[in-house]
């Protein structure tokens, strides 16, 4: 499938990608099918089992601060064991957390083992990932490379939303846990095949820590708090969307579309970040994703409306993502992958912490979503601050 979209549209996708930049864009487009199957229905199938907003909010509160504290074990794991088992363990964990979500109505403690074995698989997946597109892909073509996988991704997930709508309608969230959990498993194949990459001077956990404080890394730790915005998207946009459209077949369709007109898009974005400014293009998306958020705190939703403000957002997230995620992976290569890895992932998560607990204060003198979609809108203002790796420090001594 690559092969043939890249050489239909040669000017657009990465010239000649590495063998195990091909390997990882199959492994990812495998799991991404799997996860736009069943991501969009989480959220609703926690508020259909009677968890309100502020309950969503604080569970995945709760995942944060774990994933916080647990990302520098992760990363330490990931450099002793090798990037792409870390990978293939942390599937593992993901079957589990799914498996515990599926349980909910049997064992309702599940709930509070729940964000730790979610927090497990994040830890182990996140880093391992990020630290080997950095080191597979080209820096000379390295925007149209994430361009390209968001692209081929997105042109695989849009059957996702629909397939995961058609499983829940017709056979319920456990069949869907059941599938998801396979696929998890066959996307780890393609990276098997590969030579195991490994961390020679992996970093104690101290040190993982001490890159959050680094004063020159303070900066692009904030712009990464923009992150804060996704999990208003990941989780409470589909709630009000399943409000808005209830029957699960009906918004996965919707949702497919959204994602089908944003697609094409990102191939276009990569070739302009290759050409041009990474942090012009970051900051015009920036812009749009928080006026796009503003627009949904004030708009009520209709099914056409739904496909227009979710394609808007991911347009302007592709906008932001592009560019950020090359100018990510140039500063991994500058340092060290898996350290900053570590660092973007840590960074984040406590951006999407401060975004959780900020949100359940405000929707106690507001309504949730108006509360949520405000401060995602500024929240996405912080993607503006990264700065390109060109301005950075030397690159600094691996801390054994």
């Known amino acids: ?218 900066r692009t730790g904030v712009a990464y708090w923009g992150y804060g915005e996704e999990l208003i998207a990941l989780t409470l946009w589909p709630i009000l969307t399943f409000i808005a459209v209830s029957k699960y077949s009906e918004l996965g369709a919707l949702i497919a579309i959204s994602t089908l007109i944003t697609s094409v898009v990102a191939l276009l974005i990569g070739k302009i970040v290759d050409r041009y400014s990474q942090q012009s293009t970051l900051k015009v998306g920036a812009y749009l994703q928080a006026i796009v958020w503003f627009v949904r705190a004030g708009m009520a939703l209709t099914p056409l409306r739904l496909v227009c403000l979710d394609a808007a957002g991911r347009t302007a997230k592709n906008l932001v993502v592009v560019p950020q995620m090359a100018m990510t992976y140039e500063h991994g290569m500058r340092e060290d992958p898996l350290a900053i890895a570590v660092f973007f992932e840590q960074s984040l998560a406590i951006g999407k912490l401060i975004m959780a607990v900020l949100v359940i204060i405000l929707m106690q003198f507001m309504a949730w979503w108006f509360a949520a979609f405000i401060v995602a809108g500024f929240a996405s203002f912080l993607y503006g601050r990264l700065t390109p790796p060109s301005v950075l420090d030397a690159p600094m001594q691996t801390v054994a």
């Open 1 to 218: 499938m690559f092969n043939r979209l890249r050489a239909t549209f040669p000017h657009y996708f990465s010239k000649h990608p590495s063998h195990e930049l091909r390997e990882l864009y199959l492994s990812v487009g495998v799991m991404d099918f799997a996860t736009s199957a069943v991501a969009l229905f989480e959220p609703i199938y926690l508020y259909t089992r009677g968890y309100g907003i502020a309950r969503i909010l604080l569970f995945y509160a709760v995942v944060y601060l774990l994933y916080t504290v647990l990302l520098p074990v992760g990363g330490r794991i990931a450099a002793r064991l090798g990037f792409e088992h870390a990978i293939f363990v942390s599937q593992f964990f993901f079957i589990g957390y799914y498996l515990s979500l599926f349980a909910l109505p049997y064992a309702p403690w599940l709930i509070f083992l729940s964000p730790l074995i979610f927090a497990i698989q994040k830890s182990l997946y996140w880093p391992a990932y990020h630290a080997d597109f950095a080191i597979f892909s080209a820096r000379e073509q390295r925007g149209r490379e994430v361009s390209g996988l968001l692209t081929l991704n997105a042109l695989t997930t849009v059957l996702g939303p629909i397939f995961g709508g058609l499983v829940l309608n017709f056979f319920g969230f456990g069949a869907l846990f059941i599938i998801v959990s396979i696929l998890f498993f066959v996307s780890t194949i393609p990276l098997l095949k590969l030579q195991e990459v490994y961390d020679p001077k992996p970093f104690t956990y101290q040190s993982y820590w001490k890159l959050l404080w680094k004063p020159s890394h303070r």
